[in-house]
């Protein structure tokens, strides 16, 4: 099977909002309601992957899910925090996939210089609350009735995991367009492998 990882562009926007589309339409798991146009999400996908990494993945050149890390908090003393998010096709659970995207996502903020990656998981989810934590995930706290969709209030589990030391002195992160190609090239390879290990086929 061939397994493909690499940043999102533009170019792949379409496919990406068809992967997300159901989760606005049928789930609580996103609290958007409405789903974005294509140029909406263009925008989306050219503005967060300027300073935070898109990462995709295709089996057989299908995209079969991808990750992404987005601003945490706007203030300034929060710039070394990141959001993740990590989205998948159904038929695609369980085969390592979210496991290797989120590998690929930390190693990238981590060599551009963030010290902390959280989550936000909409409850209940004991699935997503099970995976967050084999990645490393700590528990922070729970937002109660913080969202309101699909007829329900939800609570909203909070989440945290430490990339690295922190730094006395912290250099603001770097962009993407920062990050050698070289280093994105192993890392993708090395995410390859981790699905390849685990695909059940």
């Not at 496919?15 to 609580?28: G, Q, S």
């Not at 990339?163 to 390879?189: C, N, S, T």
């Amino acid at each position: 099977m061939k397994i493909t990882f690499r940043l999102a562009t533009v170019a792949d926007a379409k496919d990406i909002l068809e992967i997300y589309t159901p989760f606005i339409e049928k789930t609580a798991k996103s609290f958007e309601v409405e789903v974005p146009s294509l140029k909406e999400y263009e925008d989306r996908v050219s503005h967060i992957g300027e300073k935070y990494p898109w990462v995709l993945c295709f089996l057989e050149g299908e995209l079969a899910g991808y990750a992404y890390a987005s601003l945490h908090m706007s203030r300034a003393a929060y710039q070394w925090d990141a959001q993740a998010s990590v989205y998948l096709k159904e038929e695609f659970h369980r085969h390592k996939i979210a496991t290797a995207l989120y590998f690929c996502l930390f190693e990238i903020l981590k060599a551009q210089g963030f010290f902390n990656v959280c989550v936000g998981i909409t409850l209940p989810n004991e699935k997503s609350e099970a995976f967050h934590k084999a990645c490393g995930f700590e528990h922070v706290g729970i937002y109660h009735h913080t969202g309101y969709k699909l007829g329900a209030w939800y609570d909203v589990l909070l989440l945290e995991k430490k990339l690295m030391d922190y730094a006395q002195a912290p250099v603001p992160p770097k962009k993407m367009g920062e990050i050698e190609g070289a280093l994105l090239d192993a890392l993708f390879e090395k995410a390859g492998g981790i699905v390849e290990a685990g695909y059940k086929g």
